[in-house]
């Protein structure tokens, strides 16, 4: 398929209606109706140490620091060589990819703006931007509010993007290749065989390819705490891809708003330039904090990977108990689940929209993620054990309820 019918967009803004509605709902009713559980949005619950929120007040406290990010080179030259010191330790094969703090990397308030900031770039009014189905709504969102088109492309078996089932179609006007590995929502981790052939193909087609990495420390099971799923140390990658990593999700940093991109030159200098006329950088007491995490953020990252393991091996438990067939995913937060057969709604939005006003439990319907998604939901497992263990209760009571 090459569009998708409805936007993915659409899929979160009736996300918020529903939730606007329920609360509207929940208030008339003088409490009768259950609170809201949310496990839509990817909204982590885990707060930063009180360390790292100690050093931030201690570099607040400098009155150096509360001017023009873009004026203090000096501290982002740092914040740079601290990011690709971090990428070259943590990431398979990336110790052997010359980097310069210079030319090969941008911070970012978070990954989401280097989404932005990419398709902003390198898309025109009716250029194709490929993405595999399903996918993340944003890359969609963006590209639309560019007045590029979307073409799906299929992935495998095994939920591996293949770029050898694009059609001679799809490729009239593309420019860029938007992959995210984990992947949001399936969390599958792209092979480096994946890689390399998106990598050849976009030189073949002269393609840019971006690659999301926001999940990247939520790996379920790291490789002799190296990661897997990266893809600069491929042949020809640093021509024409660059990678976007966030701490919003490793280190309990959501709303901090701490990212990067690392790869090409071509495409890190033009995206400097749209940032620079949007912004002048992230917040200098932010900057500190961020160098200073990244030189131990496997160590910061860890425990919130393994409490997230934790929530993954309870959440597949419970809801393949239900009847539900769910796998554990290899990276990330989200339970990425088809419909059971028992269900009353074939629908993934008509599903959503009972299973909230029933058990005031919100996800996400899959065809917010394309046209692949139909059929699907996502459940962000954001909440800790108490709270999903009341989740579990309700699904299990309405479950029985509706046989």
């Known amino acids: 398929m090459t569009h998708s019918q409805r936007p993915p967009a659409e899929g979160f803004a009736l996300l918020k209606t529903m939730t606007e509605q329920y609360r509207q709902r929940q208030l008339s009713s003088g409490g009768a109706l259950p609170e809201l559980i949310d496990l839509s949005v990817g909204n982590p619950d885990v707060l930063p140490a009180r360390y790292w929120q100690e050093r931030l007040i ?33 990431f398979e094969g990336a110790s052997a990819v010359p980097l310069d703090a210079g030319h090969h990397v941008l911070d970012l308030l978070g990954s989401k ?87 050849a193909f976009a030189r073949q087609h002269s393609l840019r390819v971006i690659l999301d990495r926001a999940y990247a420390e939520l790996q379920v099971a790291p490789d002799e705490g190296m990661l897997r799923g990266g893809g600069l140390h491929l042949e020809g990658a640093m021509a024409c891809m660059i990678e976007l990593h966030s701490m919003s999700k490793s280190c309990g940093l959501a709303g901090w708003r701490m990212g990067f991109a690392l790869g090409a030159p071509s495409m890190i200098e033009a995206m400097k330039r749209l940032k620079f006329n949007s912004d002048f950088g992230m917040f200098l007491p932010f900057q500190r904090v961020a160098t200073e995490i990244l030189t131990q953020l496997e160590s910061v990252s860890g425990p919130i990977r393994e409490r997230y393991v934790h929530r993954i091996t309870l959440a597949v438990e419970a809801f393949n108990a239900l009847g539900w067939k769910v796998e554990a995913p290899e990276g990330g937060f989200f339970l990425w689940a088809q419909l059971p057969g028992h269900v009353l709604c074939a629908c993934d939005v008509a599903f959503t929209q009972s299973l909230l006003d029933e058990t005031g439990l919100l996800v996400t319907p899959g065809s917010a993620f394309g046209p692949a998604g139909k059929g699907y939901v996502r459940i962000a497992l954001v909440h800790n054990d108490g709270v999903l263990a009341c989740v579990f209760e309700r699904l299990r009571t309405w479950f029985l309820n509706t046989q």
């Open 58 to 90: 201690h570099h607040i406290k400098d009155p150096q620091l509360h001017g023009y990010a873009e004026f203090r080179p000096d501290i982002n030259q740092a914040l740079r060589q601290q990011v690709i010191a971090y990428h070259q330790r943590r």
């Open 113 to 199: 703006e280097g989404i932005f900031y990419a398709l902003f770039a390198f898309l025109k009014s009716g250029d194709t931007v490929l993405l595999p189905a399903p996918s993340y709504s944003v890359y969609h969102a963006c590209a639309e509010q560019v007045g590029a088109r979307v073409a799906y492309f299929p992935c495998d078996e095994h939920g591996q993007p293949d770029v050898c089932l694009i059609t001679p179609q799809q490729l009239t006007r593309a420019r860029l290749v938007v992959l995210c590995s984990p992947n949001n929502p399936t969390g599958t981790i792209l092979t480096q065989q994946t890689l390399q052939r998106t990598v």
